[in-house]
């Protein structure tokens, strides 16, 4: 069973930036995708990013040209740089390991972050 632990998240000002990072246990990192998903509260969660095992990325609309998704697989590791943060991203970011649906995935316990006005 992976293991994911992310880390990074925090308060910040709107406009201001955060990486959140997420380290996953195993052996089978650089074959899997990877994703961070958010949930705010009271909101269905949603798809931040992904990236392919090869390196092929993807975004919400709501983010594209704000936040960048990176692995480095010596590392185990995924990040996700968000810049030009705003009140409306703020929610619980959540790494996933594996493609598909939600269900199919492996889940990190979540890192909170919250952007003031």
């Known amino acids: 069973q992976v293991q994911l632990v992310e880390s990074g998240g925090g308060l910040v000002q709107a406009g201001g930036s955060l990486r959140l990072s997420c380290a996953a246990s195993?052996?089978?990192?650089?074959?899997?995708?990877m994703g961070w998903y958010r949930q705010a509260p009271g909101k269905k969660r949603e798809l931040v990013a992904g990236?392919?095992?090869?390196?092929?990325?993807n975004y919400a609309r709501s983010v594209k040209g704000r936040f960048t998704i990176s692995r480095d697989n010596a590392k185990n590791t995924v990040y996700l740089q968000m810049n030009s943060l705003k009140p409306e991203d703020t929610a619980v970011y959540y790494c996933?390991?594996?493609?598909?649906?939600?269900?199919?995935?492996?889940w990190g316990q979540g890192t909170q972050v919250t952007v003031s006005s």
């Open positions: 996933t390991q594996g493609g598909g649906p939600p269900s199919f995935r492996s």
């Open positions: 195993g052996s089978t990192f650089s074959i899997n995708a």
């Open positions: 990236i392919s095992s090869g390196g092929s990325t």
